[in-house]
């Protein structure tokens, strides 16, 4: 095992398969991902590595090829995104030309399924939307985010949240030494409003299998956002895709690749 103060390294794998890196314009090739797997789980036993899925083109069973390969290295945490196309990009144009085929949604749904089923018979814990991990090893930082806790970031880029704002430090290196030297905070502050929280609160919620506390809700937000988010969550829990468990609002199984799209109904919006 490595000495290191380093204790965890997240490895962007995306894809085992060659085509697939060229595709998505990867800097790395295949051989080079499994190499540095390999290299890696000679000194690290918290590793994580991420994947990506509905890639035009890919088959469930190539899909699930890619699965295997991750698992075969003995990996605790994989984290896994739908493939999503940014314009100006290489791939953007290639789809608006037609050279390449869009990425669709039921595919996309498809290897989520494939996923979630794989992994939890292998003992992950699928405890966020993109988020397997074995026990003891789920993402200490990521989970802070999901749970609303406060943190402070250092340097150039980094963000802050106390519970009531949050802070981002200017990017620039050389003003962000400078106002450091003078004795300023180099930063841009935004107070969240009430709205602003619950709907945070809602969007990180769902996407964990901590849930949206009802409890929680009527504590900080107030009885009007308990019936509120009530109103709003039974049509879901009609359809089967919420339930509530305990008091608490979470997504079934069959609503969990839905869950942003329904936290966006969830949402407080215009009701002043």
């Given amino acids: 095992m490595s000495k290191s103060k380093v204790n965890r390294l997240s490895i962007g794998i995306q894809s085992f398969f060659e085509d697939d890196l ?3 314009n990867r800097a790395h090739n295949s051989a080079e991902a499994q190499k540095c797997l390999e290299e890696a789980t000679k000194y690290f036993d918290n590793i994580s590595l991420d994947l990506i899925y509905g890639v035009p083109g890919m088959s469930n069973e190539k899909w699930k090829k890619n699965i295997e390969k991750a698992l075969s290295f003995g990996v605790p945490h994989i984290s896994s995104y739908a493939l999503t196309v940014e314009p100006k990009t290489a791939m953007g144009k290639m789809i608006q030309t037609g050279k390449m085929e869009a990425p669709k949604d039921d595919v996309a749904q498809e290897h989520f399924m494939i996923l979630v ?5 292998k003992g992950f814990i699928h405890y ?3 988020n397997f991990g074995k026990e003891n090893y ?11 806790k406060k943190y402070m970031g250092i340097g150039p880029s980094a963000h802050s949240y106390n519970g009531i704002s949050r802070s981002w430090n200017v990017s620039n290196n050389i003003i962000y030494l400078k106002s450091i030297q003078e004795e300023k905070l180099p930063n841009e502050l935004e107070t969240l409003s009430e709205a602003d929280r619950y709907n945070e609160y809602i969007m990180t919620g769902l996407r964990t299998i901590w849930g949206v506390s009802l409890d929680r809700i009527q504590a900080e937000f107030g009885q009007i956002y308990l019936n509120y988010v009530h109103k709003q969550a039974q049509k879901f829990i009609d359809d089967k895709l919420l339930l509530v468990e305990n008091g608490i609002l979470k997504p079934t199984k069959k609503g969990k690749f839905l869950t942003d799209g ?9 009701l002043e």
């Fill in 117 to 121: 089923e794989t992994l939890e018979s």
């Fill in 138 to 148: 789920f993402s200490k930082n990521n989970s802070a985010y999901w749970l609303g």
């Fill in 262 to 270: 329904i936290a966006s109904d969830l949402f407080w919006v215009n």
């Fill in 128 to 130: 966020e939307l993109s």
């Fill in 22 to 24: 060229r595709m998505m």
